[in-house]
């Protein structure tokens, strides 16, 4: 499979841009939310690309991703 060419300041825009996704750049953390609250689970907006650019920041860029359930 071939990789993607991102840049970083591109894929943390994209991602800064979802509701289901919080980026914090002072400690390198994406928190993404879990689903488990049954008001907001119907309603993700992380799809297979999101996770492709969340993976790049993790294993390229030692980001670390963390579930949480509210934000």
Known sequence: MARKNYKIDEVLRTLSQKHDI????????????????PKFQAFHDVGNNSWGKIDFLCNHHRWRQIYVDRF
């Not at 994406?30 to 609250?37: A, F, Y």
């Open 22 to 37: 919080k980026i914090n750049t002072d400690v390198q953390v994406i928190e993404v939310l879990s689903g488990k609250d």
